[in-house]
């Protein structure tokens, strides 16, 4: 698999490092910082006759708060990095920089630096800097059996969303344009982020960045446990039925669709039963013990149950999808 | 002019961000953080037919280290976002980490993260991280009528090297090798930053990336200062003339050459006086009043005089020169 190949390369050649790589944040104690940083490029991650330069904005410095989120940290400083076509002109960088106050400025969080440089596609890179303010963050390692398994909000919209950009389908106006809004605005789930690493202490946590089953399949397998996940529990906007008709693709949304940016957490029982009175927060399965098989299970009310391993999550999840 | 164009845009869509807009590092005093962030794209900043993965890996950190040394900080982290297309294998992404972590280990900093994904071209963005160690980083703003302008080393070597590798020029090997090496392996000057730092409280500096002369105009634009250089000090090179014959083309490649990652400071005399005996860095110039031209100007032998303003650093200097 490319991903573990390439993951092993880069651990050992940067021996040192090896201990930082795995999660989507990196967190030094010492300085109580917690960084992360992602790139955007042009037809890999998005085309821009389906994203405005504005949202273009906005969602490049989402994706990297919702990485702070899923470490329960507080964002504090933004790095960006823009390159860009010689052909690109004023209004573009005007609208990406506006896209990029407002979300910024509901998010507390400042722009500090970055730099402007030429590219033949446009490719955004965005560093940023977060505190656990006096908390350790969250990682993928600290699931324990016991412990519930919860999602912050609905899953598969924003993939509909991206399947209404791509094939075009004729759908009713404001169902379009709410799917659409899921793609292209996403929602870093900051608050919900931190009030479960406050109530919960040491909670596993992750986003859905690349899907609700990439999430539980990292989190079983990097804490070494089970999961048990009842796909009635998950939560998903029920007017998916209205973009896509076939069940299972339905299905396949809601598991895999990726980029929702909605947190995956395990959490005990009682640290769950105080969250609900908080945030939106819904209980979708149990952790288990690992029994030498760390997978979650997916059980649907045909009694069909599905085992997310790496077969059926691809030959190449998470990361590093881009590459297939 | 398009550099002034889009910063002023990006100053007027962030506010807020003003006052850290302008340098190459950002420094948050409560944290006593150093920031910055630069890309590398595929057959814009590089080519792979002239520089190997392993040397592409380390060029990515040192320029980034580069920006730290202009702040006279000390380089603790660093975050790699990697993106390549799919036809890359196991062995480029092996050289260009064992080219990082070669660079890393020298200059005692830690890869702490970043992430890994697909792009047509190979698109390397490094966010650095530093401290000040109690000392307010050095900036562009701070040349005093008065002071001394210095510069860590040779200037032009770089652009020599770039030369040979584009031109294909038959030069003798040995010579071909070194400036070869100036151009794909630039040192940072981490040492001499922080030795300018410390003895001069506080200077103005920058690093030549974008030539010695960027880097005069830039220090005169932002501290309101004019300079005389005498162009005879200017350290280079000699065996540059091996390279390029016409004396003209010699001077074009040490003023505007760029990519050498020499610091340029001004300081008072006395700093000069004592940091000479501890690093290698050499008078060039001495700074001015501005009186409403806040220019540099290059003396020759020849009595001849050039002035570095907007005109003669091209229509789009700097940070920005890859647009044109």
New interface residues.
Partial sequence: MKED??IN??KE?????AK??G?D??Y?PE?D?I?????M?E???FRTSTITPYFLGRKSIAINLSDIAAAGGVPE?I???L?MP?NIG?DF??EF??G??SI??EYKT????????????I?V?V?A?GSGKGLTPANRRSANPGDVVVVTGNCGSSGAGLHILESKAKIPDETSTKFIQSHINPVPRIKEGRKILQTAITPAMMDTSDGLADALYKICLSSNVSMEVDFDEIPYDSDINLIVQNENTVQNLVLFGGEDYELIATIPEKAYEKLKQEIFIKKIGIVKPAENEPFAYINFKTRQKIRLDEEILGSSPG??K???
């Fill in positions: 190949i390439f390369i880069i050649s940067l021996p040192e490092s930082y790589i999660d944040t990196a030094i300085k910082l960084l992360t940083q992602d790139t490029i037809d890999v991650h400083y790095l960006i990095s390159s010689k004023e960088i005007k920089y506006k990029v106050n910024c400025k400042l722009v500090v630096g970055g730099d402007l440089t030429g590219a033949e596609k490719t890179s560093c800097v990361l590093f881009h590459f297939e």
